[in-house]
């Protein structure tokens, strides 16, 4: 069985384009606590704000998003996410004109909207163009390139941010990144891509979102993505610090391991995508969430350790790496299957809102695990991510005796 059908590859190719976009935001802004903690002197706890404002902006967005898809089409879902992603890049000019870091808030926060209607948008698609059966590989897929992405923020934040750190250096990079935003928005805006327009969703959504909540594996879908969203942008988040402070570097030079660390996840998604050819997705979830906690341990063990604990670091995110589309798949799929089995409206676009919304884990755990490494030191803030991960693992245990039972 294909995984993306001839008919559908060139709308799967326009719409898995739209992965590495926000991928480039998720990764520029995690830089931009090391920036900002510089430039104006800021605590960790400060400095979180940056990934309260950007993974906030997901919670608050994702629903209206999924309504307006509903509403309109895939593709209008797509111009409006353009739209507020450029249009929060380039308000970064006039903050830095201010220097207000609650200008720069209100600038990241705009802009993540923008990412939280691209995703809310996309992920459902991909999973849609083509055989349920293989929709969670074919997530795996689009969701590879979202890292390929991340690499490329994280080089232009090494090059026109980290080299020369200001606030014009950060401004102007995402300035210029608005402007590219709006020319990318104009080519899909005037594309053959498909309008994709939902008419199937009839309930209202209190009656969806009651019916969600019933279903067992949909909600601890939810629940494990919130934990594992907080533990990948919290490990994420402190990377840069914590090599610069166990290497002796300065914030460039970490910016190249932290490249590396993302290069490594990339690399690790590609190949749990070629696994799941042979092996149950939940069986690798199980798997990578177990090997995330192992190596979040090891790193609050390892002060003092050097590049054993770095590399200790690194194999973290080279482990989690299939979470996100694996909980997401797993997780819409069984409420797809419940609204084919049980004959009922379907919930997908509702659901997947709610999938999207559990991101809000990265504006809530990211600071507690600031908190810690305020209070104690920025190894120990480690356990945090370790156990976020531990409840991806009781997940992933969850979905297997699930699947051995059935």
Known sequence: MKTVEKKTLLPFILVTSLFLLWGLANNMTDTLLAAFKKIMSMSDTQTSLIQFAFYGAYFVIALPAALFIRKHSYKSGVVLGLCLYAGGAILFMPAAKTASYAFYLVAIYIMASGCSVLETTANPYIMAMGSPETATRRLNIAQAFNPIGSILGIILSKVFILKDISLYSVSGTYCAL????????????????????????????????????????????????FFYVGAQIGCWSFTIR???????????????????????????????????????????????????????????????????MVVFLMLVSFFMSLMFPTIYGIALGSVRKGTVESNIPDDTKIGA?????????????????????????????????????????????YVVSKEKAS
């Open 178 to 225: 608005g402007v590219v935003l709006v020319f990318i928005m104009v080519v899909m805006l005037f594309s053959m891509m498909p309008e994709g327009r939902d008419n199937s969703a009839a309930d209202s959504v209190g009656v969806t979102f009651r019916r969600l909540m019933k279903n067992r594996m949909y909600v601890f879908g939810v629940i494990a993505q």
């Open 353 to 397: 809102s709610g999938l999207i919304m559990a991101i809000l884990g990265g504006a809530l755990i990211t600071p507690l695990q600031a908190m810690v490494s305020d209070a104690a030191d920025i190894y120990l803030s480690y356990a945090v991510p370790a156990v976020c991960f531990a409840v991806v693992l009781a997940f992933s245990v």
């Open 242 to 308: 914590i090599v610069m402070q166990e290497l002796g570097m300065v914030e460039a030079q970490a910016a190249s391991v932290y490249l590396y660390t993302i290069i490594g996840f990339c690399a690790s998604r590609f190949i749990y995508t070629w696994l799941m050819k042979y092996f149950a997705p939940s069986k690798l979830l199980l798997f990578g969430s177990g090997m995330a906690v192992l190596f979040c341990v090891l790193v609050v063990m390892g002060q003092g350790w050097g590049w054993t």
